[in-house]
C-alpha cells in the first residue's frame, strides 16, 4: 500500500530508528526487516551515514521481497518513505548521555548500565555513544552525578546543506508549545534546501518551555500556528503526537498516554492525519475507540526493544541479522506481529473525519 493511502485509510505505521541513534548495524537490520513486513516511513537521525543504512537495509527489503511471497506486498514491494527528524530547540530525542568511567568507583555496582535499556553501558567503559539514543534513564541512576548529557545541535547554515545531502523523502521537526518563531526559523532552513517533501510532519506533546504541562487545547492552537506556515510552504502535514515522550513503549498506561493524547486534541486540531507516538506499542490499537480520527502510528523504543535480543544474538555470531535465516525468521514474526494489525485495520477506525490535508 502506497503511504498516502496507508495515510487516508488509518492504516500508516512508521518505524522510528531514533533521532540521535547511529548504530549503523542495528539500522540496517531494522530498516530491511521493518521494510520488509510493510512499514510506511523510517525516521532515521540526519546524518549521512545513519541515512546511507537506512538506504541499504531498505534496499535488501526490495531484493527480498521480489524472491519472496510476502503477503505484505502483494502489489509489489512499495519502498517506506524515508524521514529525517530536526528540533527547533532543546528536545530530549537529540540528546546522548556520557560520563567518564575513570571518575567511577571500582565497587560501584553500576546501576546506570541496568537501566539503559539500549544496552549502551556495558560491564566497564562508558558509553558507547552509537548506541545511546538520550532516553534519559542513566542519568537519575547514577549516585554520584558523572553522567552528563550532551544535545545535538543543527545550526541554522548546516541544514540547508545536509538536506540536499539526504535528500529525504519527509522531514520531522520536533517543536514544542511556545517555540512557534523557532520552528518558523527550523522550517525556513528545510525549505532553504529545495528539497521536495511528500510530508512535513510536526512532533508535539504537552511539553512546554516554562512551567507545567499545557492542555491540550493549547496544543491544538500551536498546531494551528503551524498549520498556517506549512500552508504558505505549500507543504502538507502530518501531526506527530507525542503521548508521552521518550517513555520506553513497554507497558499499557504509556500506550493509554499516546491515546488520550490523540482524543483531547482532534477536535481542535487543524487538517491532516494525525498519528500517535510516544508509548505506542502492541497495545495502542486495542484502546483506540472506533471512530478515532487516527490516521496511523509511530513505534520507536517498542520496535527497536523486541528485535533487540536477536540482533544481539546476531552481533555475537558476526553476521547480519537479515542474512541469517533462523534469526530472520523470529526477527519478521516479531515485526509482522506489530505491523500487521495496524495494516489490516478496518475502514470503521478512522471514522467520518479522515484527514483532508
Ligand atoms: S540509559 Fe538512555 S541516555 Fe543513558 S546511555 Fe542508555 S540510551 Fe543513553
Ligand atoms: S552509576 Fe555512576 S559511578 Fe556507577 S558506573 Fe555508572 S556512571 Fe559510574
Known sequence: MAPELALARGRWVKLICGASNHDLAAIEDLCALYSLVGVDCIDVAADPAAVAAARRGIAWAETHSQQGQLEEHPQGFQPPWLMVSFSDGDDPHFRKASFDPRLCPSDCPRPCQRVCPALAIGAVGGVEP????GCGRCRPACPLGLIEERQTVFSAEAVPALLAELRPDAVEIHTRIGRGRAFGLRLQQVLASGVPLRRLAVSC?????????????QLAAELWH?????????????????????SGDVGVGTARAAVALLQAVRPWAPPGPLQLAGGTNGASLALLPDHSGAAGVAFGGMARSLLQPLLLEAEARGVPLREQVDLRRQALGLAHGLVAPWRQRRWLELGSAAPSS
Open 130 to 133: 552509537d548506541r545511546c539514543y
Open 226 to 246: 503551524r498549520f498556517a506556515l506549512l500552508r504558505q510552504a505549500g507543504l502538507r502535514p502530518l501531526w506527530q503526537l507525542d503521548g508521552r515522550p521518550m
Open 205 to 217: 506533546g504537552l511539553e512546554r518551555d516554562g512551567p507545567g504541562p499545557a492542555s491540550a487545547r
